[in-house]
């Protein structure tokens, strides 16, 4: 972080007041995290719901940091010794974006957001694998998409730069719009509209108009990419004419795959992805399509998506002593992510005998059991030759398998310790396993205990 300011200009564009220190001291790089926090750094003092920052204040970390960031109203309960520097703002949140809003508009660059249901962070990465073809990018780190993770993100731009790729998420009306007016795109990505976080929805219209406040952030003649194969995006179509980008499937996108082939706008290129399945080349076509829209060559397109591998837990290969293909994507999911998720493991081992590992897909509120039954109904339909089922809301799932009597075997506990022992008897060399849930119910440990044949 290079942020090239003065601690009088952070208390300015935070919204805050300068305590202590000289306006004119240099003010560069911030943290939030006690844990990571480098010597000279500043120290963002942020109140959540399950933590508050400012209980972390104390003599060790006034020494660490250059100074602090904190909220007028626990000035009165700090107790010294305190760093050489301080601010105090009235919401250590607010300022924060405040901050990153400001920093934002110091930079004439193509700075491109992504939301959607499923595949924005595979969408991001990939996106920034191909501009960095052609200079360096600014990205989100991980998954910092949040009302936290995108100011912070955001405050990572500096004058190296080219281009900036933003992951832009949503739980509740109001986010996008939010996250958008800090980091101020001026190209749109739409990659999918799903179930996801129903429960503080409680309808997909609600989802949708939330996804669609980035539109509000762009310029009315800005691109805007969308997946023409869905059917909520689809819709777009028509208010958008000629700034729609479109990408899927369908015929008439102008980024079309089919196979390892990507048509773009009648260019033709062959993408040997290391990512697996149908929902990696959704997410390939849409950074193609990003950036096609921004101008970039199609051979510089396939090396930025031939260059792109996986992060983990996100359809992440790995090894078992056994010999038998696992594949763990338990870093979220829905309705829908899980379905392409299965469906993509389906493809892949088409020869091995497969094995579904399902944990419950979490925040879909009062429509949870039925999207979880919906899930049981498909899943015995599938040539597979074992499920197991895990989590409280999989039950639903797991007593609509039951009722259809599928030729596969079932295996459904509440909680994975109780088939663990199982399921590692049933994998071998001729065996592919899936591993597919929401964050939350932590497969990873799960895979972990498998992998270990003691």
Not at 152 to 168: G, I, K, N
Not at 251 to 257: A, G, I, M, T, Y
Not at 397 to 409: D, L, N, Q, S, Y
Request: net charge neutral; charged share 25%; glycine share 6%.
């Amino acid at each position: 972080m290079k942020l090239d300011m003065k601690w009088g200009d952070a208390a300015r564009f935070s919204g805050g007041r300068l305590v202590s220190g000289s306006a004119d001291d240099a003010f560069n790089s911030i943290s939030t995290d006690t844990r990571t926090i480098q010597d000279g750094e500043v120290f963002w003092a942020l109140k959540g719901e399950k933590y508050d920052a400012h209980s972390f204040l104390n003599a060790e970390l006034a020494k660490k940091a250059s100074g602090w960031i904190v909220e007028e109203s626990k000035l009165p309960n700090l107790k010294p010794p305190f760093p050489p520097r301080l601010i105090a703002v009235s919401h250590s949140l607010r300022a924060l974006q405040a901050l990153a809003a400001h920093h934002r508009k110091k930079f004439d660059i193509p700075v491109i957001g992504i939301t959607g249901s499923n595949g924005k962070t595979t969408t991001k990465e990939m996106l920034k694998s191909i501009l960095s073809e052609l200079g360096p990018v600014c990205s989100s780190p991980g998954n910092w998409n949040n009302q936290i993770g995108v100011p912070l993100s955001v405050l990572h731009l500096d004058s190296t730069h080219r281009w900036a790729v933003f992951e832009l998420a949503d739980s509740h009306p109001g986010d996008i719009k939010e996250v958008s007016q800090i980091a101020q795109p001026t190209l749109a990505v739409f990659t999918n509209i799903g179930p996801d976080h129903i429960e503080f929805y409680g309808n997909m219209e609600a989802n949708f108009k939330t996804k669609l406040e980035l539109l509000d952030y762009v310029s009315q003649d800005a691109p805007v990419v969308i997946n023409s194969d869905d059917p909520w995006l689809s819709s777009l179509e028509g208010r958008l004419g000629g700034r729609a980008v479109t990408f899927g499937e369908a015929p008439l996108c102008r980024v079309r795959f089919s196979g390892e082939e990507i048509v773009i706008d009648r260019h033709k290129i062959i993408v040997h992805l290391k990512a697996l399945g149908k929902l990696s080349k959704y997410n390939a076509a849409a950074a193609a399509a990003a950036a096609w829209a921004l101008g970039v060559a199609p051979e510089a397109i396939r090396l930025g998506l031939e260059k792109y591998a996986p992060f983990a837990m996100r359809m992440e290969r790995v090894s078992h002593p056994s010999g038998c293909e696992i594949i763990l994507d338990a870093y979220n999911a829905n309705p829908a992510s899980m379905k392409a998720s299965i469906e993509s493991f389906m493809e892949e081992f088409p020869n091995k005998k497969k094995i579904l590992v399902l944990g419950d897909m979490k925040e879909l509120g009062e429509q949870s059991v039925s999207f979880h039954a919906e899930l049981g109904d498909w899943l015995s339909t599938l040539p597979v030759d074992k499920i197991y089922l895990a989590g409280p809301e999989m039950k639903a799932a797991a007593e609509a398998i039951a009722k259809r009597k599928p030729p596969f075997a079932l295996n459904y506990k509440e909680n994975p310790a109780d088939w663990i022992n199982e399921l590692k008897k049933s994998i071998n060399k001729n065996s592919a396993c899936l591993f597919k849930a929401s964050r939350a119910m932590k497969f990873e440990n799960v895979h972990a205990a498998v992998k270990d044949v003691k």
